[in-house]
T-cell receptor
Framework: QSVLTQPPSASGTPGQRVTISCSGSSSNIGRNYVYWYQQLPGTAPKLLINRNNERPSGVPDRFSGSKSGTSASLAISGLRPEDEADYYC???????????FGGGTKLTVL | QVQLVQSGAEVKKPGASVKVSCKASGYNFSNFGITWLRQAPGQGLEWMGWISADSGATNYAQNLQGRVTMTKDKSTSTAYMELRSLRSDDTAVYYCARGVVSGPRGPCDYWGQGTLITVSS
């Protein structure tokens, strides 16, 4: 069972804005950076958001990240069919001295 | 361009060991770390640990301590992950990813293609 809690699924229609939440605790999200990864079907994950809200080079500005307290969110605006993927949040946990991942959210573009 | 190329799929019997390789190219290997992760069939990502490609310092996930060893070879820009005493629940796709050299907390910005390890009698 993941210590970072994400909704198992999310959906939206093309052009819509969707958000995916990631809930943790003071030992992980509360004190450390949050990272978001996108995993397209059958492929390796890709870094989507760095250090809570930074987009790596090549990531469209339709993707944005935020963090408040012990929770974080990934927002995707102008939803496109190619955004259909699994999304994972991750953060270092000081108590475990390891990286925790959320259970993943499967995004469906209707 | 940065590339991480992993070794091929393997089938192992319970109790055996497996060693997966990850050959890096397109960047200075010693300036970064390598993180290992795995993903069981239909499941989410699990962090296994990290190794500094410079010093060889490691940090392993608590639940794998004693069964996993991560090493690196600067001369070939290759990182290795060995997992011992394999069980059926170790069946997964194993990934290497480029991390930061200073420690295990940073992001994984480039990933290998994944290596399927199947543990079955």
């Amino acid at each position: 069972q993941s210590v970072l809690t994400q909704p198992p699924s999310a959906s939206g229609t093309p052009g819509q804005r969707v958000t995916i939440s990631c809930s943790g605790s003071s030992s992980n999200i509360g004190r450390n950076y949050v990272y978001w990864y996108q995993q397209l079907p059958g492929t390796a994950p890709k870094l989507l958001i760095n250090r809570n809200n930074e987009r790596p080079s090549g990531v469209p500005d339709r993707f944005s990240g935020s963090k408040s307290g012990t929770s974080a969110s990934l927002a995707i605006s102008g939803l496109r069919p190619e955004d259909e993927a699994d999304y994972y949040c991750a953060a270092w946990d000081d108590s475990l001295s390891g990286v925790l991942f959320g259970g993943g959210t499967k995004l469906t573009v209707l | 361009q940065v590339q991480l190329v992993q070794s091929g799929a393997e089938v192992k019997k319970p109790g055996a060991s497996v060693k997966v390789s990850c050959k890096a190219s397109g960047y200075n290997f010693s300036n970064f770390g390598i993180t290992w992760l795995r993903q069981a069939p239909g499941q989410g990502l699990e962090w296994m640990g990290w190794i500094s490609a410079d010093s060889g310092a490691t940090n392993y996930a608590q639940n794998l301590q004693g069964r996993v060893t991560m090493t690196k070879d600067k001369s070939t820009s290759t990182a290795y992950m060995e997992l011992r005493s394999l069980r059926s629940d170790d069946t997964a796709v194993y990934y290497c990813a480029r991390g930061v050299v200073s420690g295990p907390r940073g992001p994984c910005d480039y990933w290998g293609q994944g290596t399927l390890i199947t543990v079955s009698s």
